[in-house]
Structure formats: structure tokens, C-alpha cells
Nanobody, 119 residues
Framework: QVQLVESGGGSVQPGESLRLSCAAS????????MGWYRQAPGKEREWVAH???????GYADSVKGRFTISRDNAKYTVHLQMNALKPEDTAVYYC?????????????WGQGTQVTVSS
């Protein structure tokens, strides 16, 4: 069984920073792409950023230049450094990963961590 556990969410003021982390555990053979999505109240879940095994990255236009995604392949972790946070960044942030447990890759999701940006 595989688990993704996020941490690092919280409440901050506009302009401040947060660093989210996500750790994968369980019967993991290998991990391909990892990424972050978010869902604001009343809105659909949206893609935020992703990173390949070789650390190629992609970002949504709304966070480009403010957020940085990184990973540690040895520790099965992915991080999201969020700078210059805005109220519109308020959402539940979900970690996702393509994980192979020995029978092919499938997508796994974390339970989410709340980020609130408010003055």
C-alpha cells in the first residue's frame, strides 16, 4: 500500500512564504512524475506544478516565478516553495505522484493540506 502525506500548510499574510512537503511511503518500486494541484472553495481542482524524475519542471501561469517545485528521489519526497503568496493562492493543496509498486505506474494522491493567505 502506498501513502502520500503532505505537510507545511498554514495561514500566512499576503507576500509571505510557505514550503509544502509531500512524502511517499509504502511498497514503492519507483516514482515517475510528481506534482501539486490545488482546489479553492467552490472551484475545480487545478494543476499547479509538476516535476519529472530528471527534475524537468512545469508551472501554471498563475504561479510561475513565485513557486518552485523540487524533489528528492532518494527520499521519495516532493516540495513546493511558495513565495509572494496572494489571497488567490488560498486552497487545499494536493500532492500527486506516478508510482510503480511493481505492477505498472498509477497515480496516487495525498489527503491535502490547507493554505490560507489573508490579511
Amino acid at each position: 500500500q502506498v501513502q502520500l502525506v503532505e505537510s507545511g500548510g498554514g495561514s500566512v499574510q499576503p507576500g509571505e512564504s510557505l514550503r509544502l512537503s509531500c512524502a511517499a511511503s509504502g511498497s514503492i518500486f519507483s516514482i515517475n512524475a510528481m506534482g501539486w494541484y490545488r482546489q479553492a472553495p467552490g472551484k475545480e481542482r487545478e494543476w499547479v506544478a509538476h516535476i519529472t524524475y530528471s527534475s524537468y519542471t512545469g508551472y501554471a501561469d498563475s504561479v510561475k516565478g513565485r513557486f518552485t517545485i523540487s524533489r528528492d528521489n532518494a527520499k521519495y519526497t516532493v516540495h513546493l516553495q511558495m513565495n509572494a503568496l496572494k489571497p488567490e493562492d488560498t486552497a487545499v493543496y494536493y500532492c500527486t505522484a506516478e508510482i510503480n509498486t511493481g505492477s505498472g505506474y498509477r497515480n496516487y494522491w495525498g489527503q491535502g493540506t490547507q493554505v490560507t493567505v489573508s490579511s
